[in-house]
């Protein structure tokens, strides 16, 4: 029988496909893509990054060794990257091998090009604007007033790069703290909640969303993901849905992409773009029919798209945070807790290291 044009352009099972970062993240793509009979193929710069503990190749490089690259990308049929703090141009020779491109990880790793991006896309984001000096910063906030968060432009992660302002003194200790760096300056919003769009699209355009998630943020980091969310989110997830996918679509963007909003009193507003698989999808693998990262291996191979419905009634995601993965005795004993441990070693302060999902009736 003659295969359908569909199946001659999907990237087989059994085929390698490339993970550019080896954190949790590529810890569980490698999982989903294993469980697909795919081989997973880590590029990380760390001696061992947990994520080559499931895959089937890993090769220790740094991100901009061209020849390490050019060899990685000689030996996988498809690529993708699970962070987008990557320098871009070494990336150029995975060529169409990488999904999503080159465009979606530019976007994400500047926050001023990212907001600009954003508001061309015709979606709200909260007043802000680019400084580079102490006196951009004071009239950021003569123009804006408080409070004012400024926010390095690049590396920022997890409240990283991260300072606030909430009166006129503390504009120079901000700029301190984030190191004089080139940032931005934005208002701080008075969200009724946190949530986030995730979505995945198709090369053809297709695509499909999961229920949004409410998010629960400490410090800067993600506490706790919800579904179904509370009334005010939901009341705003059509048109935070219509905002992530133009967004998508002004990427042309192939695989996972997550969108963070603020449930404001006007309306969503983005906060940022996370060009991949996200910590506030992470309840997906147990609570909905298709894992976050069984469908971004999907969309990326060409396999057709994974029901995204919710199990049950609904799922709760907690993340363990630095010394909290040592509750793991009392978790593992919780009928119906899954627990998931990355195996990243050392429990410093702040860092990802594992999370438990409860799927509720
Ligand atoms: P980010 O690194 O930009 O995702 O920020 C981390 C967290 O800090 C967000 O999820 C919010 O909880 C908080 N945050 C960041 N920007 C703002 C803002 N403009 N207004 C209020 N909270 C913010």
């Not at 061209?66 to 020779?93: C, I, K, Q, S």
Request: aromatic letters at 8%.
């Amino acid at each position: 029988m003659t295969p359908a044009l569909s199946d001659v352009e999907a990237v087989p099972p059994g085929s390698t496909i490339g993970i550019v970062g080896g954190g949790q993240l590529g810890r569980m793509l490698s999982i989903a893509a294993a469980r697909l009979g795919y081989k997973c193929h880590i590029f990380d710069p760390h001696p061992w990054p947990c994520a080559a503990d499931v895959a089937a190749h890993f090769v220790r490089a740094d991100y901009d060794d061209r020849a390490a690259l050019a060899a990685f990308a000689d030996g996988v049929d498809v690529a993708t990257y699970e962070f987008e703090n990557l320098p871009v141009e070494p990336l150029e020779v995975l060529g169409d091998k990488l999904r999503p491109g080159l465009k979606s990880l530019a976007i994400a790793q500047d926050r001023a090009h990212e907001k600009e991006f954003i508001e061309q896309c015709g979606a709200r984001v909260a007043p802000w604007r680019a400084v580079a000096s102490l006196e951009d910063v004071r009239s950021a906030f003569a123009e804006f007033g408080t409070p004012l968060v400024l926010k390095s432009r690049r590396y920022g992660y997890d409240g990283k790069g991260q300072a606030w302002i909430r009166s006129a003194d503390d504009a120079e200790a901000a700029w301190e703290a984030i190191g004089r760096e080139p940032a931005i300056a934005e208002t701080g919003v008075d969200f009724a909640a946190e949530f986030s769009v995730i979505l995945a699209r198709w090369a053809d355009a297709g695509h499909v969303f999961w229920d949004s998630p409410e998010n629960v943020h400490e410090g800067g980091i993600l506490r706790r993901s919800t579904v179904p969310c509370g009334e005010p989110v939901a009341a705003q997830v059509a048109e935070a849905r219509g905002a992530a996918l133009a967004i998508a679509e002004a990427l042309d963007h192939v695989g996972v992409l997550t969108v963070e909003f603020f449930a404001a009193a006007d309306g969503p507003l983005v906060n940022e773009i996370a060009p991949r698989v996200h910590n506030s999808g992470h309840w997906t693998i147990e609570g909905a029919v298709t894992s976050q990262f069984e469908q971004h291996v999907r969309a990326i191979c060409g396999l057709p798209p994974g029901l995204t419905g919710l199990m049950r009634g609904g799922a709760e995601m907690e993340n363990l945070i630095g010394p909290e993965v040592e509750r793991w005795p009392e978790l593992v004993k919780q009928r119906g807790a899954h627990v998931h441990i990355y195996g990243k070693g050392e429990a410093r302060p702040g860092r990802k290291m594992g999370h438990v999902t409860r799927v509720v009736r």
